[in-house]
């Protein structure tokens, strides 16, 4: 390229564009999901040309939210999801169900439980030795049956592999004998 000797890159103007700027990328779908208006199925991994925007008011922790717009594929229904930081997941927002997810449900499930556990110990010093005992409990039996399957399996893994051997060979010999006579 050639650069006049006056050329000054200071007085190019800069573009003033808008906040909400929307941008076309590439994505693949983030979750299984149904369309709302055919049905439609759309797997986790299908590839879709999607407008992405930045959501004004919403940032977690200073990471921004984006929200994408992608088309159905059967009946180019419009289809919006957002990030969700928090979660490290995605959120629907419309045009989709987002099917159903035992693991999800079961993480949170637990972490609830872990919760609801922890306040009650905050609350009650006796609600955490009856924890602990029935934790200790537990373990007791876990360590009971771990020991018992080891026993299991030493019992019927003791194969003794020289007499195993050896009543073989004594079996050819027999067999050469017999051939023999």
Do not use: W
């Not at 040309?49 to 990471?63: C, D, F, P």
């Amino acid at each position: 390229k050639y650069y006049p000797p006056d050329f000054d890159p200071a007085k190019i103007p800069k573009l003033k564009l808008p906040k909400d700027r929307q941008y076309v990328v590439r994505l693949m779908a983030p979750f299984n999901m149904r369309c709302k208006t055919c049905g439609e199925y759309i797997y986790k991994g299908k590839k879709f040309n999607a407008r992405k925007e930045t959501v004004q008011n919403e940032v977690y922790l200073g990471l921004p939210i984006f929200r994408f717009y992608i088309k159905c594929t059967r009946c180019l229904a419009e289809i919006t999801f957002k990030t969700d930081p928090e979660n490290t997941d995605y959120t629907m927002e419309h045009g989709a169900t987002r099917n159903f997810q035992a693991e999800k449900l079961l993480e949170e499930e637990e972490k609830r439980m872990q919760k609801e556990r922890e306040e009650e110990e905050l609350n009650n010093p006796m609600k955490v030795l009856e924890n602990r005992t029935k934790d200790s409990k537990l373990e007791m039996e876990v360590l009971e049956n771990l020991q018992e399957l080891k026993e299991l399996n030493q019992r019927q893994a003791n194969v003794d592999f020289e007499a195993m051997l050896k009543q073989y060979k004594e079996y050819e010999e027999e067999q050469k004998r017999k051939e023999q006579d």
